[in-house]
């Protein structure tokens, strides 16, 4: 404990000395790991894979507010959708559009959990956002989680469903009718979708309620309880709707999740609770009963300075 107290200690002075580019470098790398999965995940043609082009979207990401990001990346989601074909730019770039105007405006300040989620969640890590943004946000990431869930899901079907659809029309504007019914069909039968992206929005909120509970260890407490909440849900979508489950990878998601909680804890919300305190005062209405619960510290050694003779 003493190590991670000191650790902490010294990541806090760094950052206080070198916060304006320690932002910048990881909005950067926010960035430049969004984009890298946009063009892996949907497999965009020219330009954009080609990575300088990337990497000079990323830079200019760390320069511009978070959700930058977010209209940069939905940029190159439309065009590498244009590059699958004109019916999947159509219909996953208007729903994307549809999307990204009901974020901004419910929850624009959720930039990135939206990111994070929807890049966890293709490594099948989606716990891991909804637990940290739980302890770390506040009640409106869970919007960004959601999106986030959804984000990632809607344009795997889109792609994964426009190389499939086959049109028996021979005229061009029905065939292209048809196929777009049958992206649109593809979305709405998705409910793994739907309920993965409720699933997490609620694990989300679970946690932050229980986080703000004035009780002792209320951080570890939330994050236990949102995990178990979150084997529970993926153990019931196993048995009733027949969702498939490994559960190496399930038992790996909980294990990061749970880490990451600690880790957040530790640097953010260590507190001694042996050395509790019940502060009581007055005014001319009422009594107040404080209870005030010290920050675990490192206790630094003060050295004594000679006495310089003049």
Request: charged fraction near 15%; include cysteine.
């Amino acid at each position: 404990m003493e190590v991670m107290l000191a650790f902490r200690d010294s990541l806090s002075r760094f950052y206080g000395k070198h916060d304006t580019s320690i932002r910048l470098i990881f909005k950067f790398a926010l960035a430049l790991w969004a984009f890298m999965e946009i063009r892996t995940g949907l497999g965009g043609n020219a330009p954009l894979n080609r990575l300088p082009v990337i990497f000079v979207l990323a830079l200019v990401c760390a320069f511009v507010p978070s959700n930058g990001i977010l209209i940069i990346g939905a940029g190159m989601m439309i065009l590498c959708l244009y590059s699958v074909s004109i019916e999947a730019v159509i219909v996953g770039g208007g729903i994307l559009l549809i999307g990204l105007m009901l974020y901004f405006s419910i929850a624009s300040s959720s930039a990135y959990p939206l990111i994070l989620t929807a890049i966890f969640v293709k490594m099948e890590l989606g716990c891991v956002p909804a637990v940290l943004f739980g302890l770390i946000g506040g009640p409106l990431s869970a919007a960004g989680i959601a999106f986030g869930a959804v984000l990632h899901s809607l344009m795997n079907t889109i792609v994964q469903t426009d190389g499939k659809l086959q049109t028996t029309s021979k005229e061009a504007a029905e065939a292209m009718v048809q196929k777009m019914a049958g992206l649109i069909e593809a979305v709405i039968q998705n409910r793994e979708m739907l309920i993965t992206a409720a699933v997490l929005a609620s694990v989300m909120l679970v946690v932050y309620y229980i986080r703000i509970l004035a009780v002792k260890y209320a951080w570890t407490i939330a994050a236990i309880v949102g995990s178990a909440g979150y084997l529970l849900f993926r153990i019931l979508l196993w048995t009733f709707w027949d969702t498939e489950i490994m559960p190496a990878a399930i038992a790996v998601e909980i294990i990061a999740a749970l880490l990451t909680a600690k880790a957040a804890e530790l640097m953010l919300y260590s507190l001694d609770y042996k050395k509790t305190e019940t502060v009581r005062f007055e005014d001319d209405e009422y009594f107040y009963f404080v209870k005030a619960v010290p920050k675990k510290k490192i206790r630094r050694k003060r050295r004594r300075r000679r006495s310089e003779g003049r």
